[in-house]
Nanobody, 123 residues
Framework: QERLVETGGGLVQAGGSLRLSCAAS???????MGWFRRAPGNEREFVAA????????HYTDSVKGRFTISRDNAKNTMNLQMNSMKPEDTGVYYC?????????????????WGQGTQVTVSS
């Protein structure tokens, strides 16, 4: 059964760093994987995605140069390294997987989702 489990959320001060991880079931190894986030009162928004080979990545403009997505298919894990964090990065971060291009930013096109992990950036 397909499964995604996020870890690594927490509280960090503005300018700090956090690293999120997503453990995936082996059946998702050939899927594009991505991160979305939902800020309070907002809809779920795309953050970053990576192709199953790891060769292609895509980021929303607001995190370019600050966040880095990566994956290790041997371990069935995906990571999001978040640096120079801002209060507007606060939200619940979700790991997702889908048979889509990593440039796909619409949440409904991803097939599998984790439960989410809270990230809070204090000013």
């Amino acid at each position: 059964q397909e499964r995604l489990v996020e870890t690594g959320g927490g509280l960090v001060q503005a300018g700090g760093s956090l690293r999120l991880s997503c453990a995936a079931s082996d059946t998702l190894r050939t899927y594009t994987m991505g991160w979305f986030r939902r800020a309070p009162g907002n809809e779920r928004e795309f953050v970053a995605a990576i192709s199953w080979t790891g060769d292609n990545t895509h980021y929303t403009d607001s995190v370019k140069g600050r966040f880095t997505i990566s994956r290790d298919n041997a371990k069935n894990t995906m990571n999001l390294q978040m640096n120079s964090m801002k209060p507007e990065d606060t939200g619940v971060y979700y790991c997702a997987a889908g048979g889509v291009s990593p440039t796909t930013t619409r949440a409904y096109e991803y097939d599998y989702w984790g439960q989410g992990t809270q990230v809070t950036v204090s000013s």
